[in-house]
């Protein structure tokens, strides 16, 4: 386990984040993140000058800073974590004006060794991007990235599969203050009329539940994963009569963390970050692959 | 003319769709037909409104005109609002003789003893239905007339619907008033909650049509049927169990529209069971659960459920029991004895 500063990577908590899958960048370098800075910066304002509508009147500089992270990694073959923000601040005034955060992108790869290790020297490992703020400022960013090191951004999926692991994988998890229930959305949207099903267990039942499912603490078998989610749906069959098997399952959400079948997530929990950050790592390297 | 009464009536047009719009203002009769004459309603809805005002203005309309006009959308539009229904009862079988005079002198003298600060307008349709309409204030605030609650109430019957809006520490109050007004003894609210004011209404009213739990003697293979012209090659697997599942959905849905709710949430306490071989959780306590339904149409939805495999026919009674009950919110607990796995909602 890496010693992380919590502190360092507590940004990434209580945030929706977008989650998008990035293929190895050519030619990056960690020391020259100032420069970087300095040409997205003239890439932003030049889009900007394109034409995007702006607030007339209020002359916005949109400010951006490219720094890295150590403490956002799995292991020491992980590269630093890359973060980029952007900032508006009102021209009017350059001495003392207000900046405010108005987007930010990670990069970052978890132990993800297996991607990197094949790897030629000239590639930068970092298959898993989180974005957070407007979905334009996102556009702008990656097209740079996409344009500069010749890498590719797609949206990151997570299938019902994936989503029923983290299901399991999260309720096992030790919280202190058990306050948030265990809850499943499905969604069946072929119907005549769409039809969404939120089912939110007590997370003290769904542990006790996944605890009796589970045989070796400390390792997850789809076998498992299936018959917790086995009794989760038998349980709601025998009341309702509905195979939830046959709908969608859309998003999880527990105290640890809650996800969405388009990509996005919310990391609730400092404790288990670096474990969810692994996952999701895991699922990017795979959408690349 | 006040200003905060010119807002409030440009703030209530602009809601209303712009075909809509001359429809309503002659409805609201507050203007005359030569006022309504004199403005152009192809312009956009923002100088429509100023038109409106306008005119309002030559007519000194006062806050007592305005809420008619709130009132007369909300009826034309109740759906963009939740209602919650409320049965009263009393002790004693007759039917007194219902004085709309004395229930509006009722019902504003209970509220107003209380707060001195309150709109409140009444305005009477067809249906026997009497819209309420208060503003709520508080002892030293005028009226918020954008913080409305709305009542419905059928005379005829011991229902009331309400839209409360946010302000819900006023609805003990509003409940008091209209039990006095009423002559009843006391209100309960109903589990029962929907956009769709008709659709509530139609459950309370028993006016959708309901299925009768008779046997049904197979009317489907009985009717003559047109002959389709099909590909003689396309043979119907399952033919019998399509129509077993169709057969059962109508007898347990009924034939008719379902009525329109968009949610219908249960909060189940009751035990998980398993299969022993499975040798998972055997807890002597209930399995916590908060399961929530959701759809622009829900019964119709739920309905469509058994036909596209998705679930077994009939559906389950917690959910079809749904118009009969008159609620969509349940708490379901194990029913304790003779039958295992039945359950019981309090």
Not at chain 1, 13 to 25: G, I
Not at chain 1, 191 to 205: Q, R, T, V
Not at chain 2, 101 to 117: E, G, I, Q
Request: charged share 25%; with cysteine; glycine share 4%.
């Amino acid at each position: 386990q890496h010693n992380a500063d919590p502190q360092k990577t507590a940004f990434l908590l209580r945030k929706q984040w977008t989650l998008y899958s990035v293929t190895p960048l050519y030619g990056f370098s960690s020391a020259h993140l100032k420069h970087y800075a300095r040409l997205l910066s003239a890439f932003t304002a030049a889009e900007k000058q394109k034409g995007l509508a702006v607030e007339v009147g209020v002359e916005l500089d949109i400010k951006v800073t490219v720094s890295n992270i150590p403490d956002l990694k799995g292991s020491d073959r992980d590269q630093d974590a890359i973060l980029v923000q952007l900032s508006l601040r009102s021209s009017a005034s350059q001495k003392n004006s207000e900046e405010k955060l108005v987007w930010s992108g990670c990069f970052c790869c978890v132990s993800g060794d297996h991607l990197s290790e094949n790897l030629p020297e000239d590639f930068t490992c970092l298959p898993l991007f989180l974005a957070n703020g407007a979905e334009g400022y996102t556009s702008i960013v990656g097209s740079w990235f996409q344009k500069t090191f010749d890498c590719c951004f797609r949206r990151l999926a997570i299938s019902p599969l994936n989503l029923s692991w983290m299901a399991a994988m999260w309720t096992g998890c030790q919280v202190d203050k058990t306050t948030s229930a265990m809850e499943l959305v499905f969604s069946a949207p072929c119907l005549p009329y769409p039809l969404d099903i939120s089912y939110a267990i007590h997370p003290e039942d769904a542990k006790a539940l996944w605890d009796t499912v589970q045989k070796t603490p400390g390792e997850i078998t789809q076998e498992e994963v299936d018959v917790f989610m086995d009794c989760l749906y038998s349980h709601f069959h025998r009341h309702f009569k509905i195979h939830l098997s046959a709908t969608k399952l859309v998003k999880v959400s527990t105290a640890i963390a809650s996800a969405h079948c388009d990509g996005i997530i919310k990391f609730l929990q400092s404790k288990y970050l670096a474990g969810v950050l692994t996952l999701l790592t895991e699922l990017a390297i795979s959408q690349i692959q | 003319m006040d200003e905060t009464v010119a807002e409030y009536i440009r703030r209530t047009v602009l809601k209303i769709p712009r075909d809509e719009i001359k429809m309503i203002l002659q409805k609201w009769g507050f203007l005359s037909e030569a006022q309504l004459e004199t403005i152009n309603f192809h312009q956009i809805k923002d100088n429509i409104s100023q038109d409106v005002v306008q005119l309002c203005e030559e007519n000194s309309a006062d806050i007592k005109q305005a809420a008619v006009l709130d009132i007369i959308y909300n009826n034309i539009y109740p759906n963009k609002r939740i209602w919650s229904v409320y049965q009263m009862n009393k002790t004693g079988e007759e039917t007194e003789f219902f004085d709309l005079t004395d229930f509006k002198k009722k019902f504003k003298r209970l509220l107003r003893s209380a707060l001195k600060n309150v709109t409140i307008n009444f305005r009477e349709y067809e249906d026997n239905a009497i819209w309420i309409r208060i503003a709520w204030g508080t002892p030293y605030t005028k009226p918020n007339q954008y913080k409305t609650s709305y009542v419905v109430y059928h005379s005829q019957t011991p229902y009331v619907f309400i839209s409360a809006s946010v302000l819900r520490s006023n609805l003990p109050l509003l409940c008091q008033a209209l039990v006095v007004a009423s002559n009843y003894q006391d209100i309960r609210e109903m589990e029962l909650r929907s956009h769709s004011l008709n659709s509530l209404k139609d459950i309370v009213f028993k006016r959708y049509s309901q299925n009768f739990q008779t046997y049904c003697p197979r009317p489907l293979t009985e009717r003559n049927v047109a002959p389709e012209t099909v590909d003689l090659r396309i043979i119907q697997e399952n033919r019998n169990e399509k129509e077993r599942i169709q057969r059962l959905n109508r007898e347990v849905f009924g034939d008719g529209p379902q009525p329109k709710i968009e949610f219908a949430q249960y909060k189940l306490e009751t035990m998980f069971k398993s299969d022993p071989k499975m040798d998972v959780l055997d807890k002597k306590e209930p399995f916590r659960c908060l399961v929530k339904f959701s759809s622009p149409h829900l019964l119709e939805s739920l309905k469509s459920l058994a036909p596209a495999g998705m679930a077994d026919a009939p559906l389950s009674p917690l959910l079809t029991c749904i118009p009969q009950k008159a609620r969509n919110y349940f708490k379901i607990r194990e029913k304790k004895g003779f039958l295992p796995g039945s359950f019981v909602s309090p």
